[in-house]
């Protein structure tokens, strides 16, 4: 049973506009959770992260939302821009240094 | 500068031949994990290490083995018993009290 949820598989956006990607999880014990980026045949980078005490975290153009209630977390890429077109994973896990559930990752591409 | 190599980058296997995938580091971090990647399934744990001399199973461990003698080193034999082991292997490793995974570049195993 999947604990990460990414619904969407790919997701298309035109350059400099927002990009959304949406992740679901089940497990109420999770209490950090990341995004990582990743090109094909490399290995995914860490984007930003958030810890369950916090609704919000912000690092340049990224910005992380969760809503512990709803057990759902958000990344808004703002402006998106061409290098952005990867793969992102939501991630979580229980303890900080704990291993890591992935989700299926979503593909965004930035349209010219 | 410390980081995760993965060696080698492609790898081809005969069917019934047993195959080690290389992952060393030089971060000083204590745990360490295998991970696959295989298009629409996203990251699924095989194997993880903590300490020295300990591993775990994870989701998918059937047909792999692996041995962590080194702090630094925690190489992924992926047997003849793994039915279908085309994909993209990830290892990876977290400092204790870090923050999320940092990645090797990957192995790519193919069967022909």
């Known amino acids: 049973d999947q604990q990460v949820k990414q619904n969407s598989p790919s997701l298309s956006v035109q350059e400099g506009r927002i990009s959304i990607l949406n992740c679901d999880y089940t497990n109420s014990m999770f209490d950090y959770f990341l995004w990582y980026k990743k090109y094909p045949a490399e290995g995914p980078t860490f984007l930003i992260s958030i810890s369950s005490i916090k609704d919000k975290n912000e690092d340049g153009r990224f910005t992380v939302f969760l809503n512990k209630s709803a057990k759902h977390l958000s990344l808004h890429i703002v402006p998106s821009q061409p290098g952005d077109s990867a793969v992102y994973f939501c991630a979580a896990s229980a303890r900080r240094d704990d291993k890591i559930i992935f989700g299926k990752g979503t593909r965004l591409h930035i349209l010219p | 500068d410390g980081g995760i190599t993965q060696s080698p980058k492609y790898l081809f296997r005969k069917e019934g031949q047993n195959v080690t995938l290389s992952c060393e580091q030089n971060?000083?971090?204590?745990?360490m994990y295998w991970y696959r990647q295989d298009p629409g399934q996203g990251l699924r744990l095989i194997y993880y290490s903590q300490i020295v001399n300990d591993f775990q199973k994870g989701d998918i461990a059937e047909g792999y083995s692996v041995s962590r003698e080194k702090k630094e080193s925690f190489p992924l034999t992926v047997t003849s018993a793994q039915k279908n082991p085309t994909a993209f292997y990830l290892c990876a490793s977290i400092g204790t009290g870090l923050y999320g995974y940092t990645f090797g570049s990957g192995t790519r195993l193919t069967v022909v």
């Open positions: 971060l000083n971090h204590d745990a």
